[in-house]
């Protein structure tokens, strides 16, 4: 029987790009499916009644929330395809570690790079700087960050790199300037394709944020 | 056998998720006390990034933030589990551990902040457990299941001891038999559960310490107007 899964997503998002990354890197067929977050379908109501948020993996009816537990579970379920995490429970720990401090402290620190101002904004860029300059040691001189393969903490990250041209615009800095490595590091990433094309277009992402701060009347 | 450490401070229940699952687990494990006003190198060269507690130490390797913990338990001594074994349960349980830190753990610190609207900030955290009460917790005893206690069990358990400390310091309720009966009747459930019941603080000891917190915040609150 086959599987049929269904992404709930929106194109800009860090954390469904995350799960399209991991979907690409195991081949598994799937219906993409852009959500209007500001006109949710039922089925997005339906199958995260709790938050109401993309993505969503809808997998033979069931839904899987959350970026990281979605892939989680597609390692999971597809665990004989392009292992994502570490078999080494200790390795699997680190990876998570570091995963949740992507979560915690580089994703407030960057939402305040584009939607505040003055000195709020230059805290959230020495916060964000901060933060990836952290990333960046744990990366140390490793193709990747578990090692030689591109796995789960290499995918939590990568996403985000879709915006660096949004952040640098409105924040007016070099993010390559600040972390070179890092950036060889997301290049390296983007010569795979289930990495290009799963992240969005830059320059769409900065236009979108544009249209949304025009929306939310931030200036 | 390698060494096991925790490095914990004796108020934290992120500390007591990793000391039931261990116990639960029968793995022995040293206990280091740690003052957070007062960091030592031991906690400092085991987590140097978040710098807090809990951190499991393994045969030298350190481990950190507790619900990364728990993981590592589960995977390094499979006996009793304490996740499901299908994958879509396992995601499951781990979406409630994530509610647990994305939407629980701001309630309660906003309501043990609120000074002067105490009671505002107690309706807004009942209503994030009304959502664990109806779309977390099943007709089952435990979020675990109707016998065994899981990893989400744990990592609510705060909420079946903590709390109570939590709300007298406040002086306003939160988890109450009337508005949210099956979540009350699980907690006082999981305060019997042998490894729980018999690794607790004291309670008396907890109090004052919240009670100390709070005194702090008040006395902040009323310097700054």
Known sequence: MADVVILLDAYASVFGMRVRVALAEKGIKYEYREEDLRNKSQLLLKMNPVHKKIPVLIHNGKPVCESLIIVHYIDEVWKDKAPLLPSDPYQRAQARFWADFID??????????WTAKGEEQETAKKEFIEALKVLEGE??????FMGERFGFLDIALITFYSWFHTYETLGNFSIEAECPKLISWAK???????????????????????????????? | MEEVKLLGFWPSSFVYRVIWALKLKGVKFDYIEEDLS????????????????????????????????LEYIEETWPQNPLLPKDPHEKALARFWMQFGV????????????????????????????KIVEKQGLGDQKFFGGDNTIGLVDIAFGMLAYWLECIEEVVGVKVLEASSLPRLHAWAQNFKQVPVVKDNLPDRGKLLA????????????????Q
């Open chain 1, 139 to 144: 990366l140390g001189g490793k193709p990747y």
């Open chain 1, 188 to 219: 390296r990433c983007m010569q795979k394709e289930s990495v290009s094309k799963s992240l969005p277009d830059p320059k769409k992402v900065y236009e979108y944020i544009l249209e949304m701060k025009k929306k939310l009347g931030v200036e």
């Open chain 2, 38 to 69: 007062n960091k030592s190198e031991l906690l400092l060269q085991y987590n140097p990034v978040r710098k807090n507690v809990p951190v499991l130490v393994h045969g030298g390797k350190s481990i950190a933030e507790s619900l990364v913990i």
């Open chain 1, 104 to 113: 915690k402290k580089l994703y407030d620190a960057q939402k305040k790079i």
């Open chain 2, 209 to 224: 310490h919240y009670k100390h917190s709070r005194e702090k915040l008040i006395l902040a609150a009323s310097s700054s």
């Open chain 2, 102 to 129: 994305d939407k629980i753990r701001p309630a309660i610190f906003a309501y043990f902040r609120a000074i002067g609207e105490e009671g505002e900030k107690a309706k807004e955290f009942q209503e994030v457990l």
